[in-house]
């Protein structure tokens, strides 16, 4: 089984509809992360949670949401989904106890909004 | 402001020869630093990290980078491609004093392989 799984795989919606993207993971870290990927400008970077009472935003966080349920659930959600949110979504994780470590990233979430 | 930048948005080579794939960045300080592979339909899987030491650091799937402070670089190399090697590449800038440890990325290059 994968460490970091993100539900769903794809999914196509229509603007203005509420989405939820699930992150669950079996690395025992403390840390997650949701990023978007948009094709020539790399990963960016919508929230991240040190743990299940710290969330802070990142650099594109307008029209998301976060809840961190437990250590090893992370979830991002789209309010009122419109199209420019169409990208490919990643959940990942990383471990600070034992200084800067590297990311471990789900499959990804294909999010199409018509 | 601190950014990372990969010159190269598509690199085609053919199967056996050699590949360097460039990534330069803007750091007050030395940085952490990484480089990932994303294949088509999968998520991003860590090739190598620098955090100290050696500055020539070997990966996984035979690949290797070079840290260089003189030029803020961290180029990625690899002797002899394979076609399996097709995917995009990542590079991506860490902090080395800051608690959150937050990644900066590079926006990515397509490697093609000719056969």
């Known amino acids: 089984d994968a460490d970091v799984t993100q539900t769903p795989r794809n999914r196509i919606t229509k603007t203005g509809k509420r989405i939820m993207l699930e992150c669950s993971q079996t690395?025992?870290?403390?840390?997650m992360y949701w990023y978007r990927q948009d094709p020539g400008l790399g990963l960016r970077l919508i929230y991240y949670s040190f743990d299940v009472k710290d969330i802070n935003k990142g650099e594109i966080s307008d029209g998301y949401s976060v809840s961190r349920q437990a250590q090893a659930k992370f979830s991002l959600s789209l309010e009122s989904a419109i199209p420019n949110q169409t990208a490919l979504y990643f959940c990942?994780?990383?471990?600070?106890?034992?200084?800067?470590?590297?990311?471990?990233f789900g499959d990804g979430t294909r999010l199409s909004i018509l | 402001a601190q950014s990372v930048t990969q010159p190269d948005i598509h690199i085609t080579v053919s199967e056996g020869a050699s590949l360097e794939l460039r990534c330069n960045y803007s750091y007050g300080a030395t940085p952490y630093l990484f480089w990932y592979v994303q294949s088509p339909g999968q998520g991003l899987q860590l090739l190598l990290k620098y955090f100290s030491g050696d500055t020539l650091v070997q990966g996984i799937k035979g690949f290797e980078a070079e840290f260089k402070r003189s030029q803020s670089s961290f180029n990625l190399r690899k002797p002899s491609v394979h076609w399996s090697d097709a995917a995009e590449y990542f590079c991506?800038?860490?902090?080395?004093?800051?608690?959150?440890?937050?990644?900066?990325w590079g926006a990515g290059t397509k490697l093609i392989i000719k056969p």
């Open positions: 690395k025992g870290h403390d840390r």
């Open positions: 991506a800038v860490g902090p080395n004093m800051d608690s959150n440890y937050q990644l900066i």
């Open positions: 990942a994780t990383s471990d600070p106890n034992r200084g800067p470590q590297p990311q471990h």
